[in-house]
């Protein structure tokens, strides 16, 4: 008996204790461990975002997709913060049009959530894309996956990819999470914004720069869906399950 709840303390321990967490800028010149790439692959061609080497993949008619993914079964559970630096390059006569859509899954890759979608329509200099997936959207131990996947629409460009990171918090008690403010991303945002530590949100309102609501949500999910919304300026104030509220400036591409 002694033996059998020793060996269960050390397996609540190794979950308790395992995270994900990634720091990686592809310095090595080859696909790191975790990573497995679809037409990107690790090179100092062109320059990257930092360092030496980043993820490049050509686009054009006859490439028209690519993607690296990041796996891992470490999850405790927690909010994940995620960032990655990315740009565009294109020779002479080039011109750039397409997509990086930023998504995970829980299942092994079976079934992916969107995070983001970059519009790729000029040449970019390294920008840094963050965003958060929130507490108990990846559960402890489950077959967890980032990916970040390009899409061709026209023209001839090449796409860097540079410095993913990974971080994930320690799981919160529900006590905990009510003390959190909410963080609202993507900012700017096109037709969706996503609420980390949506479960101790109870309404949101959203406002236009003069102050006229434009829009009331009661009924509260981490997808919030803003297409109806035009271009521009809003205030969105977050109202808590426990009384309070919180503000912050939004715009919408």
Same mark, same amino acid.
């Given at each position: ?8 303390? #050390? +397996? ?17 010149? &080859? ?9 990107? #692959? ?9 360092? &030496? ?38 020779? &002479? ?7 990086? %859509? ?30 958060? +997936? ?85 009924? +509260? ?19 808590? %399950? ?12």
């Amino acid at each position: 008996m002694k033996k059998i709840l020793l060996s269960l303390g #050390f +397996i609540t321990a190794a979950f308790s204790s395992a995270q994900i967490n990634l720091n990686e800028g592809f310095e090595a010149g &080859s696909t790191p461990a975790g990573f497995t790439n679809v037409s990107f #692959f690790p090179s100092k061609v062109l320059t990257p975002c930092t360092g &030496s080497y980043g993820l490049t993949r050509n686009f054009w008619s006859g490439g028209i997709a690519g993607s690296t993914t990041y796996s891992s079964t470490l999850s405790n559970g927690g909010k994940i913060d995620i960032s990655f630096a990315y740009k565009t390059h294109i020779y &002479s006569g080039g011109s750039v049009n397409g997509t990086l %859509k930023a998504e995970y899954s829980t299942d092994g890759g079976q079934n992916y959530t969107a995070l983001g979608t970059i519009n790729l329509n000029s040449v970019i200099t390294c920008t840094t894309w963050s965003g958060s +997936i929130p507490q108990s959207s990846v559960p402890a131990g489950s077959d967890f996956k980032f990916r970040v996947s390009g899409q061709w629409t026209s023209g001839e460009y090449d796409v860097i990819l540079d410095d993913f990171k990974l971080t994930q918090s320690p799981f919160l008690a529900t006590s905990d999470i009510a003390k959190k403010e909410t963080a609202v991303y993507p900012n700017p945002f096109k037709d969706v914004i996503y609420l980390d530590n949506a479960e101790a949100v109870k309404s949101v309102s959203i406002a236009d720069i003069s102050g006229k609501t434009v829009k009331n949500i009661n009924n +509260i999910s981490k997808n919030l869906y803003l297409s109806d919304l035009k271009t521009g300026v809003y205030i969105i104030t977050i109202n808590y %399950k426990d009384g309070k509220s919180n503000t912050n400036k939004i715009v919408k591409n």
